[in-house]
Each structure stands twice: as structure tokens, then as C-alpha cells.
């Protein structure tokens, strides 16, 4: 698959569908309410951040592709580490939020845009 655009829509549908679904959670399990929240604003800021990293490789390939190398390209690691810090912070001082959730919600973005990937690139190949 090389339409980068198609994989981050697709995400972000999925993403939505999670995120309407924890708030349900969150209604209907309030025992469980610091839980879902962490894991709330950790799937957010995880969206947050492949949606950087996408304008962030667009950027990059409009540049390459009129010639015009850029002067600094970095990846942006420093943005992307700064907005899961500020959900940290923001999870646990403010809202007392767990922040084990938080990290998996951080973490099962990336997995899940690997995960559609491999089934978008292997949808039209039967082996």
C-alpha cells in the first residue's frame, strides 16, 4: 500500500470507533472510570501523533519530489514525546487517571496501524 492518506483515514475511523466505545464504557463502568479515561486520552494523544507523523511525511515527500531537499528533516520524535508527556501530566495531575491505560492507549496505536497495513497491502493477494 503506498497511500499513506487511505492507511491514517482508516486508523482514525477505527480510532473513533474505540474511542465511542470507551465512552460508553466509561458511563456504564464507573468503577472502572480512571481506567477508561487513561486509556481515552492515551488512544487521543496516539492519534495526535500519527496525525503529525503524517503531515510530517508529506512534507518531507513534497519536498523530495520538487527537488528541494530540506536544510533539518527530522521525524519529529521531539513533538510526538512532548504530546505524551503533556498526556501524562495532564492524565495524572489533573484528572488522576491511570497511567498504565494511558501507555497502552499510547502504545496500541502504532500496533494497530501496523495491523491495517498488513491486511490493506494483503486484501488483493490470496497467499
Known sequence: M??????????TRIFLLVLSISCLAWAVLPQYADMI??????????????????WRVHRMTGSITNSQLPKKA???????????LLAALIASKSL????????????????VILA????????????
Not at 491505560?101 to 496505536?109: D, E, H, R, T, Y
Not at 491495517?116 to 497467499?127: E, I, Q, S
Open 2 to 11: 503506498n497511500n499513506l492518506s487511505t492507511l491514517v483515514k482508516t486508523v
Open 37 to 54: 479515561g487513561g486509556l481515552i486520552v492515551g488512544v487521543i494523544a496516539g492519534m495526535i501523533n500519527v496525525s503529525h507523523l503524517s
Open 116 to 127: 491495517v497495513a498488513y491486511f490493506l497491502n494483503h486484501r488483493g493477494n490470496p497467499a
Open 96 to 111: 488522576h487517571l491511570s497511567l498504565a491505560a494511558l501507555s497502552a492507549g499510547l502504545i496500541v496505536v502504532p500496533i
Open 74 to 84: 527530522p521525524i519529529g520524535f521531539f513533538f510526538r514525546a512532548c504530546v505524551a
